[in-house]
């Protein structure tokens, strides 16, 4: 199965159309239909797997309400990443101790741990730096609201 295919799925399970995934994510409607087309299609473009895992996970972080509940669909990655990472440096420890009897197999699989890790922090970074520093500047904003008339009144007595 595509990732394309799983984008489908993944709107079909949410009920959302193109535009308001275009809305949600920040990537371009057109994009978004040319994942969507049949294969057969001239304007078909193979969806890749970090991209899926932005859209999943953007949609899901949309679907939660508190700050707790966001923190935690991002610790699942960094999870992630350091599971990865422990595995290829314990494999890369070991072969590298016996550097003559590694075969191209073993390459591959530390190679794909290291992918893997890279991907899942490129993705909680991404999220964190979206949704976390949005947090963040509204609830300022609200903090500045809430203390703008105050600050008026201080500075209405320091006047008179």
């Given amino acids: ?85 422990k595995n290829g440096l314990e494999c890369l420890t070991e072969h590298l101790n016996n550097a003559g009897s590694m075969d191209s197999r073993e390459v591959k699989n530390i190679l794909e741990n290291f992918n893997c890790a890279y991907q899942d922090i490129c993705l909680a970074n991404e999220l964190i730096r979206e949704y976390f520093l949005a947090i963040k500047t509204h609830r300022l904003q609200q903090k500045n609201k809430d203390n703008e008339p105050r600050e008026q009144a201080r500075v209405h007595l320091e006047n008179q």
């Fill in 1 to 85: 199965m595509l990732w394309n295919d799983k984008l489908k799925l993944l709107i079909d399970s949410q009920q959302l159309t193109p535009s308001k995934l275009g809305k949600l994510t920040n990537i371009s409607v057109n994009t978004i239909k040319s994942w969507l087309v049949s294969r057969e299609s001239a304007k078909f473009r193979t969806l890749s797997q970090r991209d899926f895992n932005y859209i999943q996970s953007v949609v899901l972080m949309n679907q939660v309400s508190s700050d707790q509940d966001r923190e935690h669909l991002i610790s699942d990655n960094t999870f992630s990443v350091e599971y990865h990472l």
